[in-house]
């Protein structure tokens, strides 16, 4: 069974950081993007970033660039994504996806498995 587990979520201030890990398990592919979305209260779930596993390239969201980097380590199925100069407007849950296309992007009805969400709060 396809399992997803992010954490790493908090409370922090505007300006601050944090890092989110997603751990993936229960299949063998050789090939595949895992990506964080998030959902704000209110509002539709909106990717943030993805990497595919394959060759490590990956893509973020306009709102995000230059502030969240995303990072794999495959031997041990783990994608973080770290997060530098929090705003406000970074609150939601942070939810992390399987794509088994593997491809580069960030729609998420192309993700065939998610986990359970992590939540993140900047205060201003």
């Known amino acids: 069974e396809v399992q997803l587990q992010a954490s790493g979520g908090g409370l922090v201030q505007t300006g601050g950081s944090l890092r989110l890990s997603c751990a993936v398990s229960g299949f063998d592919f050789d090939d595949y993007t895992i990506g964080w979305f998030r959902q704000a209260p209110g509002k539709e779930r909106e990717g943030v970033s993805c990497?595919?596993?394959?060759?490590?390239?990956?893509t973020y969201a306009d709102s995000v660039k230059g502030r969240f980097t995303i990072s794999r380590d495959n031997a041990k199925k783990m994608v973080y994504l770290q997060m530098n100069s929090l705003k406000p407007e970074d609150t939601a849950v942070y939810y992390c996806?399987?794509?088994?296309?593997?491809?580069?992007?960030?729609?998420?009805?192309?993700?065939?498995?998610w986990g359970q969400g992590t939540l993140v709060t900047v205060s201003s």
């Open positions: 996806a399987l794509d088994l296309s593997s491809v580069l992007t960030v729609v998420a009805s192309r993700y065939d498995y």
């Open positions: 990497i595919r596993e394959r060759d490590g390239s990956s």
